[in-house]
């Protein structure tokens, strides 16, 4: 795709780079949308959604061969927008579930869990994909794909996918009508007492207290 095409009036709906970037636009604007807490009742299930959608584009560039900038350094995009009130609003939103276990790399033998919040994984994600978005909007196409590519692999597809995991075992507790475990004061930071009494209360707070407030219902028996 030429950086012309994306100046198109009607720019080819089969294109690559064209599919790829309204995924990822979708996402963003979708997951923006859901930060506003306007509905909070479907946030969960909505997040899980976006995400599978978003990693079905990540697949994609995944498994497409390298892709090769036009210039050897990175055009400036300006100042990264700033994230962190989308950050304070999903760790509202998702306030007591926010914090989860996750093992940072599967293929690392006897790796030890750590905490996350996913909160933070949704704001990590949200820049990765804005700072392409940059790129593709000014008509840098290749370079766009590159660093979605290259991000995908190296960042934000690995936080995706753990944020995606997270969500589906909340759908499941519920679902199925399983309480979430004790997480024994996990948290992100294990200095700040105030998560880790944040992160035990998650691990106490039933299916049947949390399938209301994030919009799940559940399943029959």
């Not at 560039?61 to 994230?83: N, T």
């Not at 000014?138 to 290259?150: D, K, V």
């Amino acid at each position: 795709m030429s950086d012309a095409t994306l100046h198109d009036a009607h720019p080819d709906p089969d294109d690559f780079a064209v599919q790829i970037s309204d995924q990822i636009e979708s996402f963003i604007v979708a997951v923006t949308e859901v930060a506003k807490g306007d509905e909070p009742d479907s946030a969960v299930p909505f997040l899980l959604l976006e995400l599978s959608q978003l990693l079905l584009a990540g697949g994609r560039l995944g498994a497409h061969e390298d892709f090769v900038p036009d210039e050897r350094y990175e055009p400036d995009v300006g100042p990264e927008p700033d994230v962190d009130e989308l950050r304070e609003r999903f760790a509202q939103l998702l306030e007591p579930v926010d914090i989860y276990s996750e093992v940072f790399d599967p293929y690392v033998p006897r790796s030890q869990p750590v905490a996350c919040r996913i909160s933070d994984d949704l704001a990590g994600i949200i820049t990765d994909l804005r700072h392409g978005m940059a790129h593709y909007r000014e008509g840098r196409i290749s370079e766009a794909l590159w660093w979605w590519q290259f991000s995908y692999l190296s960042n934000w597809g690995t936080t995706a996918s753990a944020a995606l995991r997270a969500l589906q075992s909340l759908v499941a507790h519920v679902r199925l009508d399983s309480p979430l475990d004790e997480l024994n004061g996990l948290d992100t930071d294990s200095n700040a007492s105030g998560d880790e009494e944040l992160a035990e209360e998650a691990g106490r707070v039933m299916a049947a207290e949390i399938a209301g407030p994030l919009g799940l219902r559940s399943g029959p028996r």
